[in-house]
């Protein structure tokens, strides 16, 4: 990924895009998985000009589309069809259109397939009108309750009222189950009110008095957002206020009557920033996340693309929102994997801002505590500019790390935490300080195991094992979803109370405190039991409040979160992330460790960390204890810089799947035979993925490796190009992979 955007429109915000009279033909980008636009010609009474959404005919169908440019030609007059309508929203920007063409290049993928996610709701290009909600009715009628009505009037009764296709994804049912409801009279209907755009940022409030360090770092962004493009990045130990000091660059842009764009990974956890942004601006932002409603996404994109929204803050599908001046973009924990998406278009949102803010000529804001490789070369290279926090505020000390030699001082047969880490918490907990056990993994157990016949419980769709979720009383596929009651005999040679679990997932440590510290308060914290914000917000409080003594949690809990009576993290099985051969392992489970070491001992309270590993020999283990992030980034470079590898050299996977396996290799090997060649290009595979199956579909994968300064796309265009791939097999191209 390069900072300098290879763009074929340059977009320059003055020039009012070109009209098109009647008669005239246009070109019409659909939101469909479509390389080339389709021409219309545009009917008497009506002018379109380019950014347009308009409705087309397609086939028997109207469907919604943007004038993306002059009609091609090579369509005979006679069966050109005529633009239904224009619909009544500000037109898509120059930008935004360039944006939709750039990434669609970039990731090689159809640019109607990009477009679709700048359209992702069709609903707000429509005229407004009433919608049907549904709350529970009050007193309830006397009706059969089954456990599907059960969760849904549950789910009715928190919140305001909400469409029928919302409430039965909250209560995880059938929009039948809500009709039959509604019949019965058990569901009352209204009209869904409408949400008012947030409340404009107060910039009148004063921040925080920043200390030295933080105001050369504030100052350095003022600078940057009154000078077109730039990348910043800001890196600092967690804790050291990178927070404050880029709330006051939000502050400057919206000043200048601009949008500010914040991403976040896992949105839905970010209770504590969004308090931390009324604190400063005594309002909330937009959100954009998986979580929020139909209703209110179609509104949020109303009031965006109407310019009454200053501030969003949401996941990666954000980047494609209608901005219609957007004037900064902050990527915080920028080296977090969830930014990259890896179905449908692939693609790295951090990297896309990059080229967003370049289009858009505006600066950017990378934040880490551990910025990715990738970013570190960039700064390295001069690319990008450099804002270090070196303290934590308040001087609080970073924490102590131990390490514990897992083969040195094991735990009892059938538990998980070591005499050190025992003690450690044993000391904690007499100081009435709050305690972190990390391991990240969901569920009880990652693996049922016959005793009798060693028959593992795997999942039937996918290659994966089955997790058992105690809690739930179910067996789930995590990559699937497809779950099952625990069976009471082995599948395969039926004997009785045979299976036993193993090895542990969070749920069981939680079940091994609570028998070591019968006293301790115990509060487990995965995505599980944190689903939406209002939980997580909830679970934020009770830690706020000392209502907790001990935390069991994965990853989730190791971001962003400030806890000032938290003093201990113990990591259970530091190990978990270096095995699998990924290339990115190493750097992950540094960052993970990292951050979630971060959560001890936020105040004046001092904190420590202790890290069971197998491994304590390993660089990243060695790094940690040691504190010296400079020789394990060090090392790792030097080690991918030898192996050429990003980001000292380009990578491109290929995904071949299907469900038909004979297809699925047919089509490998096809690409396998018309490999590229040449130009220090090498191609791994055909072998089988990591996951050599997922959801039934059978998946193969090749590998392009070149140099750091190879345009990889035209190549894997003509790769895919030559290759004889059978139809009912589907290639899918990830630019710059991260598993
Ligand atoms: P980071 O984003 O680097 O983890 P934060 O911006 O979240 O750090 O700051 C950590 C804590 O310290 C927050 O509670 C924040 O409000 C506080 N803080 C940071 N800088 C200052 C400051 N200059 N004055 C007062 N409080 C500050
Ligand atoms: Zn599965």
Redesign the pocket.
Known sequence: MTATARTHASPSGDESPPTFAPGAHVAVRLPLPLTDAYDYRVPPGLTLAVGDFVHVPLGPRKITGVIWGKGGGGVPENRMKNVAARLDVPPMTVEAMAFVDWVADYTVTPPGAVLRMALSVPEALEPAKALTAYRAADPLPEIKITAARERVLAAAAEGPPRQAADLARAAGVTPGVINGLAKLGALTACDLPVFAPPEPPDLSRP?????GD?AAAADALSAAVSDGFSVQVLE????????????QAVADTIRQGRQVLVLLPEIALSAQWLE?FR?RFGSEPALWHSEVTQAQRRETWRHMAAGRVDVVVGARSALFLPFPDLGLIIV?EEHDSSFKQEEGVVYNARDMAVVRAHLGAFPIVL?S?TPSLETQANVDRGRYAHLH?PG???GAELPDVDLVDMTKAPPQRGQWLSPPLRQAITETLERGEQALLFLNRRGYAPLTLCRACGHRLQCPQCTAWLVEHRLLQRLQCHHCGYQMAPPPKCPECGAEDSLVPCGPGVERLAEEVAALYPEARVAMATSDNLYNQRTAREFVHRIENREVDLIVGTQIVAK?Y?FPMLTLVGVIDADLGLSGGDLRAAERTYQLLYQVA?RAG?AEHPGRVVIQTYMPEHPVMAAIAAGDREAFLAAEAKGREDAHMPPYGRLVGLIVSGTDEAAVDAGARALGRAAPQGNGIQVLGPAPAPLAMIRGRHRRRLLLKAGRGTQVQPIVRDWIRRAAIPKKVRVQIDVDPYS
């Open positions: 921040g925080p008095v920043l200390s933080q600092g130990v967690p804790g050291s206020g990178k927070t404050e000091v880029y709330l931390r604190a915080d934040v505590a926090l934590r505020h308040g962003g400030h971060g936020r």
